[in-house]
């Protein structure tokens, strides 16, 4: 059973997939980057400041990209990886020993070229790729916080964001995101199986979650996309 290490833990999202790691139990122990001392009861999660990644000796890590949230103070004790320092925490990782890396990359749903779909999206993923992970998949989500931020922002500001909004509508509905839930519950599967799978470096592409979360009661869709195997059961994305 991996020893997995989470980044990330305190928003939404990352918290989701600590929790569900947890829950499955099939992990030798979950630790969490907190930047705050952390009082943990959970068994088998235990809190880790910099200094302590060495004596944890995680062979798997999940770095997750959430907005913060501050709904009642804990969530300032995690540490928050922010996407441009994805280069430089990877390589990181990988002189710790970390040999299966799950990176959950934000973007604005629906303005991915096709053809990046299904292949890296910038040069920092490409170098991270090229640190040697033996397993590695980029899951790409869908940015959060824009509410919060317009809230915020001056009138016209706001205006403009409204405006932008309504392109939301124009997107169509399977390449919307999918829930925070199934995203996590996708990424803590991974981080879980990954290190059986044939070695390589992946990108988790949108049809996937969306098969995902038509069938929440069962991980077969990231089972048979980890395997090469067509997505079946599932009902096709929904398009204009």
């Known amino acids: 059973m991996p020893r997995v290490l989470v980044l990330g833990g305190g928003g939404a999202l990352g918290a989701r997939v600590v929790e569900l790691l947890l829950s499955a139990r099939r992990c030798q122990a979950v630790g969490v980057w907190t930047v705050q001392p952390l009082r943990v009861a959970l068994r088998g999660l235990v809190a880790l ?4 990644f060495t004596g944890f000796r995680p062979d798997t890590a999940v770095v997750v990209f959430d907005r913060a949230r501050h709904a009642n103070g804990r969530e300032a004790a995690f540490g928050q990886p922010q996407p441009v320092d994805l280069p430089a925490l990877a390589t990181r990782l990988r002189h710790l020993g970390v040999a299966s890396l799950v990176v959950v990359v934000p973007h604005a749903p629906g303005l991915l070229p096709q053809a990046l779909k299904a292949g ?5 993923e490409g170098a991270v790729a090229a640190l040697g992970f033996a397993h590695l998949v980029f899951m790409r989500s869908a940015q959060a916080g824009a509410a ?4 915020a922002a001056p009138a016209p500001a706001r205006l403009a964001r409204w405006l932008l909004g309504q392109l939301h509508w124009m997107v169509p509905q399977g390449d919307q995101p999918v ?3 199934t995203v996590a519950r996708v990424a803590a599967r991974l981080a879980v199986v990954l290190p059986q799978a044939t070695p390589g470096t992946r ?3 949108p049809d996937v979650l969306w098969a995902a979360a038509q069938a929440p009661a069962t991980d077969s869709v990231v089972d048979d996309w980890l395997a090469g195997r067509p997505l079946t059961g599932v009902n096709p994305r929904p398009r204009w």
């Open 49 to 52: 400041a910099d200094a302590d």
């Open 148 to 151: 919060a931020d317009a809230a």
């Open 179 to 181: 829930r925070t839930d």
């Open 203 to 205: 990108v988790l592409p």
């Open 120 to 124: 890296l999206a910038s040069l920092d």
